[in-house]
């Protein structure tokens, strides 16, 4: 079993930046992969970001490339969403997700195993 735990998110105004954390522990494998997703209010959950775990390669959703990036810790088993130039359109509970056995960052949110909790990320004007 894994368990994923979620810390960051907060209230900040347009422009600011935020930095999501997941931290991750239980029973993994050597090689996986991390991905981020976000729901606002009324809309369906969307990918984000993802990375993998072994070589560290990053894919991003159009709204958000060149704005957020993820990253990887590999002695704290935790992964990153750094979150620059925040819109209010980024207003949403934003969840982490694993998925074992892969080597490639899946899309959509029924490819993962595991989820966290969610964070809420408020972005005001």
């Known amino acids: 079993q894994v368990q994923l735990v979620e810390s960051g998110g907060g209230l900040v105004q347009a422009g600011g930046s935020l930095r999501l954390s997941c931290a991750a522990s239980?029973?993994?494998?050597?090689?996986?992969?991390m991905g981020w997703f976000r729901q606002a209010p009324g809309k369906e959950r969307e990918f984000v970001g993802g990375?993998?775990?072994?070589?560290?390669?990053?894919y991003y959703a159009d709204s958000v490339k060149s704005r957020f990036t993820t990253s990887r810790d590999n002695a704290k088993n935790t992964v990153y969403l750094q979150m620059n130039s925040l819109k209010p359109e980024d207003t949403a509970v934003y969840f982490c997700?694993?998925?074992?056995?892969?080597?490639?960052?899946?899309?959509?949110?029924?490819?993962?195993?595991?989820w966290g909790q969610g964070t809420q990320v408020t972005v005001s004007l």
């Open positions: 997700a694993m998925r074992l056995g892969v080597g490639w960052v899946p899309k959509t949110r029924d490819q993962y195993n595991y």
């Open positions: 239980g029973r993994t494998v050597s090689t996986y992969a």
């Open positions: 990375i993998t775990w072994s070589s560290g390669n990053t």
